[in-house]
């Protein structure tokens, strides 16, 4: 059995210690294989940078996947090229940097990994997330024993329809985006694993990791403001996703939340 913890887009500071303090009673506790993290949010609540990605893979997280603040950071457009271990969603349009997919191993499987950002309510221009995962699938199938998808994406609908689209063609999807967690984690029909959203590894005393009085105030006069980080009741939230290599399919997928302040 292959056992695989997935968390949710870490935001700044709070979610970065809490993860490194964390994250190896997990490991050990839960006899988990493999993590993989979204750590677009990494730095100060805004993008990533690669001295967070060496940081965090020391502590742990064995792969990176990446949504539409991958750029926030400036500098990391010239980093990325140069880090074996975080990806960016496929759909981006041709020329941008950085690798569309990430190889990881565990317990001698090799595990393809791809994001797809969705089209609706997002910043940027993409191809569409479905043909994109058409495409990236083909690509993978012969040489990976499993794969896993995300959907970096605003809209509930279009999660749950590409879903469907792509049961019982990779092993995992998870959404990522909203920062909220969805009660649906479930094995679909066809066999795949999925969930709508992982909600995110950060201080859920505010309004989606941000200080709340800053955007209650944004929402009460609509006047630009900065939104700093929140600070208070930092949680870490994601799946654990089993696979068994004996039959090569899905076995169960369970969403998480390990809190700062009770264990």
């Not at 759909?91 to 499987?109: E, I, Q």
């Not at 969930?195 to 209650?216: F, H, S």
Request: glycine share 12%; charged share 25%; with cysteine.
């Amino acid at each position: 059995m292959i056992r695989i913890l997935v968390l949710g887009d870490i935001v700044g500071r709070p979610g970065r210690n809490y993860l490194l303090e964390k994250l190896p009673e997990i490991r050990e506790a839960e006899a988990i294989d493999l993590v993989i993290a979204n750590g677009e949010n990494a730095a100060a609540g805004a993008g990533i940078t690669g001295k967070i990605v060496r940081q965090l893979a020391e502590g742990g997280v064995d792969g990176f996947t990446l949504g539409d603040h991958a750029w926030d950071q400036k500098l990391f457009v010239e980093e990325i090229e140069a880090l074996e271990n975080i990806f960016r969603p496929a759909n981006f349009l041709p020329g941008v940097p950085g690798k569309d997919r990430l190889f990881l191993n565990a317990s001698g499987k090799r595990i393809g990994l791809f994001t797809v950002l969705g089209q609706n309510y997002m910043g940027p221009k993409v191809d569409c997330p479905f043909r994109t995962a058409d495409r990236i699938i083909l690509e993978m199938q012969d040489t990976t024993d499993l794969i896993i998808a995300e959907v970096h994406a605003e809209a509930t609908s279009e999660k749950i329809a590409l879903g469907w689209y792509l049961d019982g063609r990779v092993s995992l999807l998870f959404g990522t985006h909203t920062h909220v967690p969805t009660a649906d984690a479930e094995i679909l029909p066809g066999g795949m694993a999925y969930i709508t959203d992982l909600g995110m590894c950060g201080p859920y005393r505010g309004v989606i990791g941000r200080d709340r009085e800053a955007v209650v105030g944004r929402f009460l006069n609509g006047m630009p403001t900065r939104f700093p980080v929140a600070e208070a009741d930092v949680r870490l939230s994601g799946i654990i996703f089993e696979w068994d290599e004996t039959v090569g399919k899905s076995i169960s997928i369970k969403h998480r939340f390990w809190h700062q302040n009770s264990g």
